[in-house]
C-alpha cells in the first residue's frame, strides 16, 4: 500500500510526564515504532519538550525531519531546568497572577524569528529545521510585517537553517495565508481543511486528528489507527498524532 501522506509524532504533551527517563522512554518508543517526523515548539513545555526531543534523537538526527515553530513569548525555564519543571510550574501557578499571560501574545518579528531558531537549533541539537513556522497569529498580520518574515527566511534557506517556512494555527488564524505562495507548507487543525485554500503543490500538515475521528467514525471495528492509516492514503496531506500513552503508541506500528 503505497503513502500519499506521512505521519508525524506531536511532542506538545510529553511535559506532562513528571519523569525525564519517562519522556524519553516515550520518544525512542516512538522511534521504535517508526516515526521519523516530529513536531515540537519552544512553548511546549516552555522549551523542555525541544530539549527532551534533542535528546531522543542522539543517534537519529539523519534520519528524522522536525517540525517547530516561533512566535509565543514564552520564558523557557523548562529548557534551562529540565529536572525541576514540575516544581517552577507548580509554584508560578500558585504565586503568579499573571500565569499563563504570554500565550495571550506574539512576537512575530525578523529579530525574534532569528532568535528563536537559534534556541530551537540548540535545544535540538540540530544543524537545521526541516519545517519552521509561525505559530498561531491572534490577529490578521500586517503586510510590511509578513513581507520581513518572508524575507529573513529566504536568507534561512540560503544559509541552510531551515527547508522549508510555513504557518501554523486554526483557519481563522492562518487564513490570509492560504493562497501566499511563498509558504512552503501550512499546518491547521484537520477538521478545518474545508476552510482553507491550499495548492497541492505545498506541504499541508494537519493535527488534532483524533477529534475527527470521534466525530466522524461510527464504525465501532475501525480503530483511530485504521482511520489514521486510512486518511494517510487517501486525504493526500500529513497527519500529527499525538499521546503519552505507550499503549495508544503502540498501535501506530499499523501506520507504518
Known sequence: MISTGTLIFGV????????????????????????????????????????????ALVGFRSECQITTKFGIPVDLYGARHPNLFFLIRGIRRLSDTRYGDEYKRRIFSAVEMVR????????????????????????ILAKAQVADLHEKASRLKEQGKILRWGVAGPAVSIVQFGS?????????????????????????????????????????????????????????????????????????????
Do not use: W
Open 12 to 55: 506538545g504533551a510529553i511535559h506532562h510526564l513528571p519523569f525525564r527517563t519517562q519522556r524519553l522512554r516515550l520518544l525512542r518508543q516512538a522511534l521504535d515504532v517508526g516515526f521519523r517526523n516530529f513536531d515540537v515548539a519552544p512553548a511546549y513545555g516552555n522549551g523542555l519538550n525541544e530539549v527532551e526531543l534533542g535528546r
Open 116 to 139: 528563536s531558531l537559534e534556541g530551537s537549533l540548540k535545544r535540538l541539537k540540530r544543524e537545521y529545521i526541516d519545517d519552521f513556522m509561525i505559530h498561531e497569529p491572534l490577529g
Open 180 to 256: 501566499d505562495p511563498r509558504f512552503d507548507v501550512l499546518q491547521f487543525p484537520f477538521e478545518d481543511l474545508a476552510k482553507i485554500a491550499v495548492a497541492p503543490s505545498r506541504r499541508r500538515i494537519a493535527y488534532g486528528v483524533y477529534r475527527s475521528y470521534l466525530a466522524a467514525v461510527s464504525d465501532e471495528n475501525m480503530t483511530f489507527a485504521t482511520f489514521v492509516r486510512d486518511r494517510l492514503d487517501h486525504g493526500g496531506m500529513d497527519l500529527i498524532v499525538a499521546t503519552i500513552a505507550p499503549a495508544t503508541l503502540a498501535s501506530f506500528c499499523k501506520c507504518f
